[in-house]
């Protein structure tokens, strides 16, 4: 009898699998769907947590003046669903600015300094490249 490792939908399972030889039956051994299902509720996905990065680059400033501080960028390639703060607003270190849909996953983009947020650089809807501006804390 020799035993694999397979993976299903990110699952893993070990199977056992018999080789048939004239005679004899093939023996395999899986976990049932019931169990499957059972330990899928038990596990909750952990939903993905995405850090911004800073931006150490200087860029040239808008039309509106200079705006220092600390710059959250897109990690991904993605459309801005929700702006979870306002400009003036006090945030965190920590806390989630905006989400992120990329893939058909909601990222939570999170603060990664302490302070007031000082502009927003894009709308609900916005598509975001990588690297793109979307607020300045200061």
Request: proline residues 5%; glycine residues 6%.
């Amino acid at each position: 009898m020799k035993q694999f490792k397979i993976k299903v939908n990110g699952q893993e399972y070990m199977v056992e699998v018999e080789e048939i030889t004239e005679g004899k039956e093939a023996s395999t051994s899986f976990p049932s769907v019931s169990q499957s299902k059972q330990q899928e509720q038990k596990e909750s996905p952990k939903k993905p947590e995405v850090k911004a990065v800073p931006n150490t680059e200087t860029k040239p400033s808008s039309a509106q003046g200079s705006v220092t501080g600390e710059e959250i960028q897109s990690p991904m390639p993605g459309k801005v669903l929700k702006i979870n703060v306002s400009e003036g607003d006090s945030v965190n270190e920590g806390d989630t600015v905006l989400i992120l849909e990329a893939m058909k996953m909601e990222n939570e983009i999170i603060a990664n300094t302490s302070g007031k947020v000082k502009k927003i650089s894009v709308s609900v809807n916005d598509m975001v490249e990588t690297d793109d501006t979307l607020l300045v804390i200061g």
